[in-house]
């Protein structure tokens, strides 16, 4: 009997009932609209509409991105699905980062968090995905990552443009005196052909936004599209070839100071004791503090200039308490080895595994072994934010990816209301997930605490930030297929070890909460393959090491990737057929997964003669 995820699945199903009681109860909530957030900060003569789109009465368009832009060109594609639905072109809009507020909650980035492959649309995997996105709402975590913004911004950035549309062109129906039905828009004005008259959004924007929001909602066809599915030039551009100041290390504000920070060279140990007089004595030091979160220990370093703060860093005495996880490449190895030799839990289970292998002849087996080690996420821009605590409100300035979590740790940390704390989130210099993380952010606003008001811009040292990432997790795999007669796999039986992302980034971001069950993110890229092998067990285990591990480009696939389908190349060298060929056949109950893979191979000129020196691989992730 085909399982998946024989302890994950129930552990994760049980969960998803206690959240169906909760959504009963609070679907009021659920339907209620976050408020507005751009109501508060409107400039003179602005005008909003919803949380994504403003416009001024000289006819500026200001659309609100609410994810963060670090080079993957969110930003462009989602001010795209707004214009298309405002018909203007994106050369006649301005774009800007959302304020830290729930409204921009991303409902899609947990709607994969099931155990449930990307080709699985079962009415169960269909229900769990629906009830994660309304627990995304409930959670209201601003987030940029798991690829989800396209998918989550495709209906509410098209819905706000089409909304404001609206309303502008029943603004301009007033102010003209005619049928809303004959009026049309275009560039930023609504026309009325038959008089030959025209307004633009401007001029009816007020009026327009002081009028309730149309109950329904018509969106363009997709034949009508202008933008939406053609190639766009990036907004961002400009900005970045000329180098314009648009990244958090790029900030400069009045009576500045500058610092950095210097952590403990060993995660979550404590200070035992330190010498600092050195430091502090030396030219451009204002003040040294202690720093503690949730990331650990240390000091910062305040000083009027950056190159003094890194000195000064460089000239601490300080002696830590010993760690909490083994030391050393070796060490840890033996860890992540031990960890495999234990039950762990199974998320994918299809047909018969010991079975098959039980009387399988030993020229049949294909064993391999595969490891991988702790990778920093290095970002072109160093870690960075500047804070400035005045008047009791904190302000902070950085590249992040969770805006709402930067202000609700900072709060916390600093020990005010969320409403006092004003994030401005800029472009970053490189993201990856490493900037999911708020070390940088909450370092800066305890230093902010000891400036008398002063705003410090807190720079980490390229050695900082390498030797306190929160790393893509070091992991290994045990992999075994059985070979049929025509040299195609009947059983894969595959295992893999590493440390909990999950786990890990609760400890840091909710610490108040616990994780519960088998963390997916380890078999992740592996358990959910599109390959139709009839015996076909996945298997996870965490290992016990509490280095800090997060996301890197992605979770688990970024390791598994690698693992997976570098077997199945070992798999189809073993059983001498084409690597493409095999693949194809495997997955030939998905005809959308052949097609990729069909239209990867041509691209490569898969099958044509190489030169000597040259290869070629294929892998599906």
């Known amino acids: 009997m085909a399982s998946v995820g024989k302890i994950a699945r129930r552990t994760f199903l049980i969960g998803a009932a206690a959240v169906a009681g909760g959504v009963a109860v609070g679907y009021y909530y659920y339907r209620k609209p976050f408020p507005n957030p751009l109501e508060a900060e409107l400039g003179k003569g602005e005008a909003t509409f919803n949380p994504y789109v403003k416009i001024g009465a000289d006819n500026t368009i200001t659309i609100v991105a609410p994810r963060a832009e670090m080079g993957q060109g969110i930003s462009t594609t989602l001010a795209a699905m707004v214009a298309e639905e405002l018909d203007v072109g994106l050369d006649r809009v301005k774009v800007e980062h959302g304020p830290a507020s729930h409204a921009y909650y991303n409902a899609a980035i947990l709607e994969e968090g099931g155990p449930f492959a990307f080709f699985d649309e079962s009415m169960t995997a269909q229900a769990v995905r629906s009830g994660l996105g309304v627990v995304g709402k409930f959670l209201a975590l601003q987030g940029t990552g798991g690829s989800a913004s396209t998918r989550d911004g495709f209906d509410k950035m098209r819905q706000a443009g089409a909304v404001a549309r609206q309303m502008l062109i029943a603004a301009a129906a007033q102010e003209l005196g005619v049928a809303a039905a004959d009026l049309k828009t275009a560039d930023g004005s609504i026309l009325h052909k038959a008089s030959g008259k025209s307004l633009t959004y401007g001029a009816v924007a007020a009026a327009a936004a002081a009028m309730a929001s149309p109950a329904e909602v018509r969106l363009k066809d997709r034949a009508d599209w202008k933008l939406l599915g053609k190639p766009q030039k990036r907004i961002d551009m400009l900005a970045k070839v000329t180098g314009a100041p648009i990244f958090g290390i790029d900030v400069r504000l009045p009576d500045m100071l500058y610092g950095t920070v210097k952590m403990s060279p060993r995660f979550w140990a404590k200070l035992v004791k330190a010498d600092l007089s050195k430091a502090e004595k030396m030219p451009g030091v204002i003040k040294i503090v202690p720093l503690e979160t949730n990331y650990g220990h240390g000091f910062g370093i305040i000083a009027d200039n950056t190159w003094a703060a890194f000195k000064a860093a460089e000239a601490i005495d300080a002696q830590w308490s010993d760690p909490e996880y083994p030391l050393g490449s070796a060490a840890i190895s033996d860890v992540l080895k031990q960890a495999l030799a234990t039950k762990g839990s199974v998320m994918r289970d299809n047909g018969d595994v010991d079975t098959a292998f039980a009387d399988a002849p030993r020229e049949r087996i294909v064993e391999a072994d595969y490891a991988v080690p702790y990778l920093a996420h290095a970002t072109m821009e160093p870690m960075n934010a500047t804070a400035q605590l005045r008047d009791g409100a904190l302000d902070i300035w950085c590249g992040n990816q969770a805006p709402t979590l930067v202000r609700q740790l900072c709060a916390n940390a600093v020990g005010i209301g969320q409403d006092k704390i004003n994030v401005h989130t800029t472009f970053m210099g490189g993201g990856f997930g490493r900037r999911v993380e708020v070390d940088y952010a909450l370092c800066a606003a305890l230093m902010a605490k000891e400036t008398g008001g002063r705003p410090v811009k807190v720079t980490w040292t390229r050695e900082e930030d390498m030797r ?108 001498k057929i084409d690597q493409v060929e095999m693949r194809k056949r495997l997955m030939a109950a998905y005809p959308s997964a052949v097609k990729v893979v069909e239209k990867v191979a041509a691209m490569a000129k898969w099958g044509e003669a190489l030169p000597a020196g040259k290869a070629r691989g294929m892998a599906f992730t």
């Open 468 to 575: 306190h990432d929160a790393y893509r997790p070091a992991a290994i795999g045990k992999f075994q297929a059985r070979l049929g007669d025509d040299g195609m796999p009947v059983a894969v039986d595959m295992k893999m070890a590493s440390p909990s992302v999950i786990a890990g980034m609760l400890r840091r971001l909710f610490p108040s909460i616990s994780p519960l069950g088998p963390d997916k993110t380890i078999v992740d890229g592996a358990y959910d393959q599109p390959y139709s092998i009839p015996n076909y067990r996945v298997t996870g285990v965490a290992a016990p090491v509490s280095i800090p591990v997060g996301s890197w480009r992605s979770v688990g696939s970024s390791v598994n990737g690698f693992f997976h389908e570098g077997f199945m190349d070992e798999i189809a060298i073993a059983g």
